[in-house]
């Protein structure tokens, strides 16, 4: 039929609108080519020097999990960057719609085009990865600090990460343009603007339900990992971790429900002038993209201060234990923050992917309320009233996200510290590291700056007049 | 032309507007000379491509000319900066747009409210009185908790009209209001504007091609090629499609 005769580029096509799909991707790959590179390097050293390959292979297993949350995150920002573009796009898709198209055809289309850039970009992500990997390892050796054994270039294993992530461009560019099957012919003809998407609301109810159990399941797991810390049970810290992992599915099925919500209470603290308010209701305006476009960055701080204060809570309690020499306390500092240093590392590219999603979904869905902007001009919106309620809008969208991230890591880190350890010390101990927290804080507060800028400043300039016309 | 009797709301004094250029220059407006008066219903008339609507750009604020004067309630327009002409725009101007009309995000009462809260005024007891006595009126008090998305066009265009109305500014401009209703909503929309200017003494500017819509005004203005071509009172519908016809012909 007439599938095989449409082009990939039939709906999306601008580099800027699929540029997120392949920079996400670039970025997981070159993460996975980073990794599973020094995984490979660290095996090749072992083998040939003390014939010990352990540090390699837990690397090797390490870097699958974090690979794969990295993997998820950048699904949750592509299915929400193809989602935003679908969005301003709906009257393209209706005129395609009365052209004859059929919906499944031009959902296909956006799903090839997000996965043919996505593999591009994991590819491009890989390769890059691994030369800079190779690279370092090259000054390393030259420099001494490696012994000059024999190194691969990479591992073969890279294969998989690389497959994965096409995949998930693939599925995520799928889940992502569910909303042309909504686009009507007639809306071409009513230059309608795309009505409103009805949830389903029996699904709704189930993923509530379900969302809720894992999570009051989730809590109390936790608690009992911090009584069988308290108790010196070994049991402790499988619970923290099954805890941990059945109440954050929780929250990443309940999502929807409760971030739009958070955003909506953080948006009453910006004030209820008129910027403000239109600032806080299109924060929620749809509350599957507030979810999706701060999902990934509740994930990457949770992350972060879930390590940095896990470390942080470890530390107070070896501070407090007697009997150690002054040797020992300072050596157990060392180890613990260079533990610290690199699991953070590792993880933060969470934090990077979904700030690059971030940053985008402000661009796209401020170019999409051109009109709306050009109205608000027309009735005496100042150029910084203008300005501000974009700002006002990425913080309370990024602002809520950190906040969130950084309470929920505070919870994890130190509950799973205490499964740990919690026999040692009185009572429960909550691990507060300052210096990330700051960091974290002040680097929010720039990403709230960066993705507010550039959509501000094109706001800014857009002229009245292109609210006066329906075609302009 | 002569300035007339009352001091004119708007005027325009040999007014040019270019857009491009060089050879691609395209001369919007051309030499416009013309006062607007308070109190009366004003249609601006003119075909496609003729700089009606840069006229009602200039005259609103929203477009600065090339040369030439624009006075609004006694401001110069043309000698002002962006934000001064925000300032004035929200405080003395009225807007009703064919469509796109309402912020999507705002309930119905909302929008009509938010021209004071942009303009930094309280609403008193007597503003909100006024507010809801223009939304009954316009049949719309049952509606005003409602989302634009959740409202006809209709009863959006007259939310719309309630907003421009409310303030109670210099002048409504009206930029063919009633391009996208059916003929019985634009009737409404219409009346409603013939009943602003003759209770309330609102003076508005309206710009239509649908002779229709202009016979509701005292006074039609027409404009070609960036100029202005006719000044006529209140004509029927029939006369004022032959103007326009004869205006196509002519041109042909």
Same mark, same amino acid.
């Given at each position: 039929m007439s599938t095989a005769g449409? !082009? !990939?580029? #039939?709906v999306l096509g601008s580099p800027r609108e699929l540029g997120t799909v392949g920079l996400v991707a670039g970025l997981c790959g070159a993460y996975a080519g980073v990794l599973v590179t020094a995984s490979s390097l660290l095996t090749a050293m072992a083998t040939q020097t003390d014939g010990q390959t352990s540090a390699g292979l837990m690397l090797a297993v390490v870097s699958t999990v974090f690979i794969l949350i990295a993997v998820y995150v950048s699904a949750v920002v592509i299915v929400n960057a193809v989602d935003t573009v679908v969005a301003g796009r709906l009257r393209q898709i209706a005129l395609l719609r009365l052209l004859g198209a059929r919906p499944a055809t031009l959902r296909g289309s956006v799903m090839r085009s997000a996965g043919a850039v996505g593999a591009l970009g994991a590819v491009a992500g890989a390769v890059l990865g691994v030369l800079a990997t190779d690279v370092f390892r090259i000054v390393l050796v030259h420099r001494g600090t490696l012994p000059g054994v024999t190194y691969p270039v990479t591992s073969s294993f890279l294969l998989a990460p690389v497959a994965t992530i096409s995949f998930m461009a693939l599925a995520a560019g799928w889940v992502g343009s !569910?909303?042309? #099957? !909504?686009?009507? *012919?007639a809306q071409a003809l009513t230059g *309608?603007?795309?009505a409103a998407p009805a949830p389903d609301r029996s699904t709704s109810v189930v993923r509530a339900a379900f969302a809720i159990v894992l999570m009051a399941g989730g809590a109390l797991v936790l608690v009992a990992a911090a009584w069988l810390g308290e108790r010196g049970s070994l049991a402790g810290f499988l619970a923290a971790f099954v805890g941990a992992a059945t109440s954050g599915t929780g929250l990443l099925i309940g999502a929807r429900f409760v971030v739009p919500r958070l955003v909506a209470l953080a948006g009453r603290l910006l004030g209820s002038d008129p910027p403000s308010r239109v600032a806080r209701r299109n924060a929620v305006a749809d509350p599957l993209r507030t979810t999706r476009s701060t999902m990934g960055l509740v994930i990457g701080v949770t992350l972060v201060t879930t390590i940095a204060s896990g470390m942080r809570a470890l530390q107070v309690s070896v501070d407090s234990w007697t009997g150690l020499t002054a040797e020992q306390r300072a050596e157990t500092h060392t180890v613990l923050s260079t533990m610290t240093s690199i699991l953070v590392a590792i993880v933060v590219i969470s934090c990077v992917i979904s700030a690059v999603g971030f940053v985008s979904t402000m661009s796209l869905t401020v170019i999409q309320r051109r009109r709306e902007i050009g109205l608000l001009r027309a009735l005496g919106f100042t150029g910084a009233q203008v300005r501000s309620m974009v700002t006002k809008e990425s913080a309370a969208l990024a602002g809520t996200a950190v906040a969130f991230g950084l309470a929920l890591g505070l919870g994890y880190g130190s509950v799973g510290a205490q499964s740990l350890v919690g026999f040692q010390t009185d009572g429960f101990v909550w691990g507060l590291p300052w210096a990330v927290l700051g960091t974290v804080a002040v680097v929010g507060l720039l990403l709230v700056l960066v993705a507010a800028a550039p959509p501000a400043r094109r706001a800014v300039a857009i002229a009245p007049v292109q609210a006066l016309h329906v075609d302009r | 032309m002569t300035p007339s009797q009352?001091?004119?709301v708007l005027s325009f004094r040999d007014v040019h507007r270019v857009y491009g250029e060089g050879s691609g220059a395209v001369r919007a407006l051309d030499g416009v000379t013309v006062d607007v008066e308070p109190s009366r219903f004003t249609a601006v008339m003119g075909p496609s491509g003729s700089g009606k609507s840069t006229f009602m750009n200039l005259a609103a604020g929203l477009d600065d000319p090339t040369s030439g004067e624009v006075w609004l309630a006694g401001q110069p327009l043309h000698a002002m900066d962006e934000d001064r002409r925000t300032r004035l725009r929200r405080d003395h101007v009225g807007f009703v747009f064919q469509a796109f009309n309402l912020v999507p995000t705002l309930t119905a009462r909302e929008n009509v409210v938010l021209p004071f809260e942009l303009a930094g005024r309280r609403l008193t007891a007597d503003d909100r009185a006024r507010i809801d006595g223009l939304l009954e009126s316009l049949g719309l008090l049952a509606r005003a908790?409602?989302? =634009? /998305? /959740?409202?006809?066009g209709g009863q959006q265009q007259r939310v719309a009209i309630a907003r421009a109305l409310a303030i109670g500014p210099h002048v409504v401009i009206a930029d063919? =209001?009633?391009?996208?209703?059916?003929t019985r909503s634009s009737r409404e929309v219409l009346s409603l504007m013939r009943t602003a200017a003759d209770e309330y003494r609102q003076t508005i500017l309206m710009v239509t091609h649908d002779p229709v819509a202009a016979s509701y005004a005292d006074r039609i203005i027409v404009i070609a090629d960036g100029r202005i071509v006719g000044d006529h009172p209140g004509l029927a519908p029939a006369a004022i499609a032959d103007l326009m016809v004869s205006l196509e012909v002519g041109a042909a």
């Open positions: 449409v !082009r !990939r580029g #039939l !569910r909303s042309v #099957l !909504r686009v009507t *012919a *309608a603007e795309g | 009352p001091h004119p908790g409602h989302r =634009p /998305a /959740a409202l006809s063919e =209001p009633t391009g996208n209703l059916d």
